[in-house]
């Protein structure tokens, strides 16, 4: 077989993970099927992705398996966990051949725990435990919180996913907790060089919100202006991105990170997320194409995957666009587009997203259970 569109991605040092999982996928050999011929690399799931997960039949089985005893927070992380933890089988061969770069499976705390960092540590290490797995992420979202959550966690030795990052400054606040946290258990003598972290800044999302915001000035305005404003439609994501990216670069550099990167450790990679297209005037796959580049993941959801993989372009987007990014940014400023404003709203926005995806999956399961006959199926 010629090799698939995301080869070339793979080459200009992007991953491509997907961001989907459910028990069909796991069973059938697709999932297989994509990590042979597609280059995939990892997973990642969400409460959200869950949730639709379990809306079908493919669970019934394993429902009446796990009996009628189990709350249905229980049930859920009963269900979730061997998701993940077949996931991880699945991808292992990847972990092996990367050397522990690949081949990671997400899992993310319960999301009602955004601000509680004792909390998500408990969780955390639970999950951890539970699904026993090397190559299994732990997400914690980026939070205040969160990040304190991370610094403990990566000093146990913990691999960590940061989500629901959208401000540049909240990405500066996970990125010095991966390096603390790697200070902190170096400091004790014990091994850095198998942790893993990834940190995932939402794309999609924020043009959604700054387009909304660039459409209400446009109303009010004349020609020439209303032109400047249409030209920065679509350019405010791909822009923060560039910066995060920017910061990544920075941060992991200098004699600070070289004494961790002596002992083995590994930078804590930027991962793409919110990477389909909202708008359908932009180009489907513009959020794969505009962020590639070395060190890098991209979770995507299966339509964008496939649309990459039909009629993706790939080479390095993302090296020596810095300042091209903060001039797009301090343009938006002027026409009074606050990405502070913006990326606030949208971490709100997406915390309060995942609760309600986590409570009307508690709900659903609690229906699925009360309507079937426990003690058979798998």
């Keep these: 077989m010629s090799p698939s569109r995301l080869h070339a991605l793979a080459a200009t040092g992007t991953s491509t993970w997907l961001d989907y999982i459910d028990r069909g996928l796991l069973d059938s050999g697709a999932l297989a099927a994509k990590i042979a011929d597609d280059a995939l690399a990892g997973m990642t799931s969400n409460p959200s992705i869950f949730e639709k997960a379990l809306e079908g039949s493919a669970y019934d089985g394993a429902i009446r398996a796990a ?184 941060k992991f550099a200098g004699p600070r990170w070289a004494a961790l990167a002596a002992k083995g450790a590994r930078v804590q990679r930027p991962l793409w997320a919110s990477t389909s297209t909202k708008n359908p005037a932009y180009r489907d796959v513009m959020y794969v194409e505009q962020l590639a580049g070395p060190n890098t993941v991209n979770t995507m959801p299966p339509a964008t995957l496939e649309a990459f993989k039909d009629h993706g372009e790939s080479k390095d987007t993302l090296t020596g666009t810095a300042q091209s990014a903060r001039a797009t940014i301090d343009a938006l400023a002027r026409e009074g ?20 995806s986590f409570e009307t999956l508690l709900a659903g399961l609690a229906r699925k259970v009360a309507a079937t006959p426990v003690g058979a199926g798998r």
């Design 337 to 356: 587009v606050s990405m502070d404003e913006v990326t606030e709203k949208l971490l709100v926005e997406g915390l309060a997203a995942f609760v309600k």
């Design 67 to 250: 009996g009628g005893d189990l709350t249905p927070r229980a049930l859920f992380e009963h269900l979730a966990t061997r998701d993940v933890r077949d996931a991880c089988d699945q991808f292992m061969g990847v972990y092996t051949a990367t050397k522990g770069v690949d081949g990671y499976v997400s899992i993310e705390v319960s999301p009602d725990l955004a601000n509680d960092a004792a909390g998500t540590v408990e969780e955390a290490r639970r999950l951890w435990a539970t699904i026993d797995r090397a190559n299994v992420m732990i997400k914690v979202p980026g939070t205040v919180a969160g990040a304190q959550a991370v610094r403990t966690l990566i000093a146990e030795g913990i691999n960590v996913n940061v989500t629901l990052l959208f401000a540049v400054e909240a990405h500066a606040r996970v990125i010095e907790a991966y390096i603390a946290g790697l200070e902190d258990r170096a400091a004790k003598g014990l091994p850095i060089a198998q942790i893993a972290s990834v940190a995932s800044f939402f794309v999609s999302r924020v043009d959604s919100e700054v387009d909304k915001r660039l459409d209400a000035r446009m109303v009010a305005s004349q020609d020439g202006a209303r032109e400047r404003l249409a030209g920065l439609k679509g350019a405010a994501a791909i822009a923060n991105a560039r910066l995060a990216y920017a910061l990544f670069l920075e």
